[in-house]
């Protein structure tokens, strides 16, 4: 996802840092928060909660960054903001939080040790940016007095290339070379301590084998989710072949799409609950469309939050937004899901997680 999810969604505790420590670039945070070390850990796992009914994920992250004024005309996007600006991060990641999302997904979708490394950070600092990326969220994760989930975001391959080609797939790579650049970033987050991890946007089968092995090797709970059109992945394959590599693992409590068009979440719901029988993830775009090459969006909004009670009847269990959809939107589906309202705890906001103007 591009500036899709959030094109760079990670959220990690500071290397560096003891368990009630406090990473540098926040503000705002009164002194009995860095004395409760898991603040914000929910009282159950991710997996339970699923089976127990409907959970409601964030929205888009780069847009919610744009409306609080962050420039991410940059390869990195929201990643870069794990250095320059991790109070602008929470402060997004608390607005879904007030807005009633129930999971937060991190600022490393578009995070990498490549692309970092092309920007003068050294590994230790960049395996402290994954850390922290996971930390950032789990903190506004606190800010509630209910169970929030933090999912470390794993975008794919092609986010990291920043030309698209995540909505493409089939990037000429074989499926070890891309268990190989994985691998690096799946530790750092997993060593972070999130609840999930979320592979998602994922656009082809190849990169699904590779993601699903090297998250297999941490031991943490995933959900699968692709990027698909019209039936069919971002690389063309069938969805029952792409769900199908799900089947079989207990470790993936969830699979389903993201970052697509809402017109083509309906089938692709029916189709990963019939194949796989798992709780199934939805949260496409606002249906506006990426322009890579301008890097910027094209066409209106068609983003329903109505379309919510098809999915669930469906056997969605985890839903929400992505790209363009905002805290309003996902309050709308908070109220349209019932989820819990956001009881703030008294002196644990950041002040600048108001809501932007808007959807970003």
């Excluded at 970052?259 to 029988?277: I, K, L, N, S």
């Amino acid at each position: 996802m591009q500036p899709a999810r959030d094109s760079a969604r990670d959220s990690g505790r500071d290397s560096g840092r003891d368990s009630g420590g406090d990473s540098g670039g926040d503000s705002g945070r009164d002194s009995s928060r860095s004395a409760r070390p898991f603040a914000g850990t929910p009282s159950r796992p991710l997996a339970a909660a699923l089976a127990a009914g409907t959970v409601l994920l964030d929205g888009g992250l780069a847009g919610q960054l744009e409306a609080q004024g962050c420039d991410l005309s940059d390869e990195l996007w929201s990643a870069r903001l794990l250095a320059d600006g991790p109070e602008q991060i929470e402060a997004a990641h608390t607005a879904y939080v007030r807005a009633g999302a129930q999971v937060l997904i991190t600022a490393s979708y578009q995070a990498s040790f490549e692309g970092f490394g092309r920007r003068g950070i050294g590994r230790a600092e960049a395996a402290a940016l994954f850390a922290r990326s996971v930390e950032l969220a789990r903190r506004a994760a606190g800010s509630v007095e209910r169970d929030v989930w933090v999912a470390a975001s794993v975008g794919p391959y092609g986010a990291v290339t920043a030309d698209g080609a995540e909505y493409r797939g089939r990037y000429g790579l074989p499926v070890r070379e891309l268990e190989r650049f994985h691998r690096p970033r799946i530790e750092a987050l997993a060593a972070a301590g999130p609840d999930a991890l979320a592979l998602e946007t994922v656009p082809d089968c190849d990169e699904a084998e590779a993601l699903l092995r090297v998250a297999g090797e941490c031991g943490l709970p995933v959900w699968l989710s692709y990027t698909v059109a019209d039936g069919v992945t971002r690389a063309g394959q069938p969805l029952e072949e792409a769900f199908r590599l799900a089947t079989g693992r207990d470790q993936v409590v969830a699979v389903g799409v993201n970052c697509c068009d809402p017109a083509y979440a309906d089938r692709a719901v029916r189709a990963a609950a019939e194949v796989t029988g798992k709780p199934v993830v939805v949260y496409p775009n606002s249906g506006e469309r990426w322009d890579a090459g301008r890097r910027g969006w094209t066409g209106g909004a068609t983003f329903d939050p109505g379309r919510v009670r098809a999915w669930r009847a469906a056997g969605a269990r985890l839903v929400g937004g992505c790209c363009r959809v905002g805290p309003d939107t996902i309050a709308e589906l908070a109220a349209l899901l019932g989820a819990p309202a956001a009881n703030h705890t008294e002196g644990n906001h950041t002040e600048g997680g108001r809501e932007g103007p808007g959807t970003g």
